[in-house]
T-cell receptor, first 115, second 114 residues
Framework: GENVEQHPSTLSVQEGDSAVIKCTYSDSASNYFPWYKQELGKRPQLIIDIRSNVGEKKDQRIAVTLNKTAKHFSLHITETQPEDSAVYFCAASHRGNTGFQKLVFGTGTRLLVSP | EAGVAQSPRYKIIEKRQSVAFWCNPISGHATLYWYQQILGQGPKLLIQFQNNGVVDDSQLPKDRFSAERLKGVDSTLKIQPAKLEDSAVYLC????????????FGEGSRLTVL
């Protein structure tokens, strides 16, 4: 099955700095890679996603890059703000035995942005 | 549009007792997922429904966990008997269509097994 590894597990930055979170996946057939943000006690919410036919996608201060050859993808947050503090999860799609795709999540990165 | 609804939000039980969680997905969403999120870990898929049929339950501990989605709308997840290691947040999510895309999560049901 699919294995998704995520690093680092915790990341502390100063407000205004950039933050980078990296994930690797094992299934070469994976074609959808979303990132979810989960604030304390809240539900995970999608912040950005990328499909395998593009190498990079940007939405304001957030960008995701994908390297299919190396099977890794990264989340980049620029000009971090205290409200960016949360746990971030990467995920990769994986097709199960029945042919339906599902998401396999990484272990999460706790980002702390200090004022 | 209304989001994914889950209940109860919190549940505390003794080991070997049973518990049931309920989920109402976003209207019209054909795919429904139950994830288990243990503290400090990422969500792990327990079971996936397409309409009212199970399409993936490969990681569901079937000796104690069961789930159903009657009429392709609401779903219930049951644990009987519960073990200490079942303490977790149970997240329900739904998505539209049949190809993989954004999952909309509920607030989750936090289970504590004593």
């Amino acid at each position: 099955g699919e294995n998704v590894e995520q690093h680092p597990s915790t990341l502390s930055v100063q407000e205004g700095d950039s933050a980078v979170i990296k994930c690797t996946y094992s299934d070469s057939a994976s074609n959808y890679f979303p990132w979810y943000k989960q604030e304390l006690g809240k539900r995970p919410q999608l912040i950005i996603d990328i499909r395998s036919n593009v190498g990079e996608k940007k939405d304001q201060r957030i960008a995701v890059t994908l390297n299919k050859t190396a099977k890794h993808f990264s989340l980049h947050i620029t000009e971090t703000q205290p409200e960016d503090s949360a746990v971030y999860f990467c995920a990769a799609s994986h097709r199960g035995n029945t042919g339906f795709q599902k998401l396999v999540f990484g272990t999460g990165t706790r980002l702390l942005v200090s004022p | 549009e209304a989001g994914v609804a889950q209940s109860p939000r919190y549940k505390i039980i003794e080991k070997r007792q049973s518990v049931a969680f309920w989920c109402n997905p976003i209207s019209g969403h054909a795919t429904l997922y139950w994830y288990q999120q243990i503290l400090g870990q990422g969500p792990k898929l327990l079971i996936q429904f397409q309409n009212n049929g199970v399409v993936d339950d490969s990681q569901l501990p079937k000796d104690r966990f069961s789930a159903e989605r009657l009429k392709g709308v609401d779903s219930t997840l049951k644990i009987q008997p519960a073990k200490l290691e079942d303490s977790a947040v149970y997240l329900c999510a739904s998505s539209s269509g049949t190809s993989i895309r954004e999952l909309f999560f509920g607030e989750g049901s936090r289970l504590t097994v004593l």
